[in-house]
């Protein structure tokens, strides 16, 4: 290992711990968009009138709150475990990228990670760290010259589209007063989750790539062990 390579931090732990905190957040997006497909038919019918009675309709509606209000609470707590965990490993992404001899980076690890909370910026500076942190991964002593993959700016469409109806979703549930008001904010919902999802998927690819990349990077100037009559 070269003397640079000598701060790099195996990241095989870490990425496996991100990974699995993804795939909870995608099992957890699956089962929202099932119980708002739920929440959705069962709006459809009260706004055709399409109950049995008045008491039935309020028991229908009050276990449907209280599912939803489950879901969107689980869906919470791992968006939230998820994303400290895959901010963790951005941070330390950009670090062994550097520790594998990547010059001139213009992120640090800790602005690759703070920009997304940054209002304005948050918009395009994360994109252009994790695409720095690519393609410094990819070749370090060359990244300048590397080409980022297409997964990346689809990734960050996602991302921001997911954010965008989320936002849209929130504000249409605090102004809704009929059930056709419900049924919109239902279907901006759903395009959040599904767009959510999409992006959960390609994160989880990059962070795959990245992660195989940097540990063949710092495996490849690992000396050769000696052979055992060599050490006699």
Known sequence: MTHEQQGFIDPTGLTKWVKIFLYAQIAIIFVALISSALEYQLLAEFDKGTYASRESAEEAAEANDARQSVVAGVQLIVFIITGIWVLRWIHRANYNARQLGAKEMVFT???AVGWYFVPLFTLWKPYQAMKEIWKASAAPQAWKSQKAPGLLPWWWF?????????????????????????MATNVVTQVSDSTGLASAFLILALINRIHKMQVSQANAELPPPLHPSASV
Do not use: C, H, M, Q
């Open 158 to 182: 996602f991302w921001i589209t997911s954010n965008i109806f989320g936002y849209v979703s929130f504000r249409l549930s605090l102004e809704a007063k009929s059930v056709s008001d419900l």
């Open 109 to 111: 690890p800790g602005w």
